[in-house]
Structure formats: structure tokens, C-alpha cells
């Protein structure tokens, strides 16, 4: 099984900071890596696809990058509406995983 | 509206049975593969099942291969998981996700099993 590992765990920042957060693959899996963005008690909402492609509707302040084991999210100025907890997923072969998740909080 | 909506959850004993279904409503549910996806109380994402548009293609995740079984409907516009065999660690949300793009890019809002006795 290919072993997704996030860092960091969790995160604080404020309004209009500069986020990242990073995905490891323990097996390359080209670009076959999305991101997800999960508020309390809601389903996950896609925000990133194929490492590095917006997906429709979300803010261009979300980005996307990184092949192979390294992958990047980051949250060019972070807004209010941008807590919840954050997942990678890979893709590239079943089982497909996800990270283990990054909580962001908004100071 | 392109939606999911997942039913079927419920409490269970150890050991018995449930049927979820996932149906798909404002996009053409045949040119679409789906996933189930669980989340037990207070912790990440566990993918557990995908059936291809035509189910020729069916995975399942180790935790769950031999005791949940996924099937669709195309006339019915909808997934099924049907799960046997059930125990406490099988606790979680239960959300159906559509496949995009390397991505899941529609999610049912969830239903919860709770197996205990």
C-alpha cells in the first residue's frame, strides 16, 4: 500500500497569511495526488486535482503543486472560511489513501 | 444540482447486516465511477470501495474485501454497499464520492453506522 504522510498535523495562523501544507508519498505516484478541504460535521469538498489543477468554484488563493512523492498545498493568504481540516489523496493505485490530515485554525 | 444523497445507516449489533445507498441526481450517473469513503468518530478519510460506470471494474480496501459488497443500479441512478459481517471498528460515517479527474469531486453528506450491541 502506498503510505501518504502529511505534515504538519495541525497549524495557526492568521488572516492573510501565507499557508503550506505538504504531502508525502512513500511510492511514486506521478501526479495522481488530490486535495480536500473538510469543515466539522461536512463532507470533504475537492479543491485540488491532479496535484495541481483548481478545481471549479474554489479560490485561486488555493494552489497546488509537486509529482512524484513530493506534493504542496498552499493557501496564498489565508481567509476566515479557510479553518477545517485539510487531506491529500493519492489516486495512482488501489488502495487508494489519504493523508492522515492537517487541521488549520485561524488565530 | 449535481448531488449524492447516501441512506441506509443505522445501528447494528456486531455481526449483522446493512445495505447503504448512494443516488446520484443532475449529472449522468452512467459516465461516472463512485467510491465509498468512511470516517470513524474523530479520525481521517479511509477509502473502502469503487465500482467503475460499467462495474467491470470493483476494488475494496483490505479492511473491508469478504465483508461489504458494492453494486450499482444504472437504472436506479444508484450505488449500493451492502455489508455483512459487521463489527464495532466498522463505526464511522459513510460518505459516496464521484470519480473526476484523478479526484473525488461530488460527496454525499454521509450516513452514519454505529455497530455495537
Known amino acids: 500500500d502506498i503510505h501518504m504522510t502529511q505534515s504538519p498535523s495541525s497549524l495557526s495562523a492568521s488572516v492573510g497569511d501565507r499557508v503550506t501544507i505538504t504531502c508525502r508519498a512513500s511510492?511514486?505516484?506521478?501526479?495522481?495526488l488530490s486535495w480536500y478541504q473538510q469543515r466539522p460535521g461536512k463532507a470533504p469538498k475537492l479543491l485540488i486535482y491532479?496535484?495541481?489543477n483548481l478545481q471549479s468554484g474554489v479560490p485561486s488563493r488555493f494552489g497546488g503543486s509537486g509529482s512524484g512523492t513530493e506534493f504542496t498545498l498552499i493557501i496564498s493568504s489565508l481567509q476566515p472560511e479557510d479553518f477545517g481540516t485539510y487531506f491529500c489523496?493519492?489516486?495512482?493505485?488501489?488502495?487508494?489513501?489519504f493523508g492522515q490530515g492537517t487541521k488549520v485554525e485561524i488565530k | 444540482e449535481v448531488q449524492l444523497a447516501e441512506s441506509g445507516g443505522g445501528l447494528v449489533q456486531p455481526g449483522g447486516s446493512l445495505r447503504l445507498s448512494c443516488e446520484a441526481s443532475g449529472f449522468n450517473f452512467n459516465t461516472f465511477s463512485i467510491n465509498w469513503v468512511r470516517q470513524a468518530p474523530g479520525k481521517g478519510l479511509e477509502w473502502i470501495s469503487y465500482?467503475?460506470?460499467?462495474?467491470?471494474?470493483?476494488y475494496y480496501a483490505d479492511s473491508v474485501r469478504g465483508r461489504l459488497t458494492i453494486s450499482r443500479d444504472i437504472a436506479k441512478n444508484s450505488v449500493y454497499l451492502q455489508m455483512n459481517s459487521l463489527r464495532a471498528e466498522d463505526t464511522a460515517v459513510y460518505f459516496c464520492a464521484r470519480s473526476r479527474n484523478s479526484g473525488m469531486d461530488v460527496w454525499g453528506q454521509g450516513t452514519t453506522v454505529t455497530v455495537s450491541s
Open positions: 465500482i467503475s460506470l460499467t462495474s467491470g471494474s470493483i
Open positions: 511510492l511514486r505516484i506521478s501526479t495522481y
Open positions: 489523496l493519492q489516486s495512482y493505485s488501489t488502495p487508494w489513501t
Open positions: 491532479a496535484a495541481s
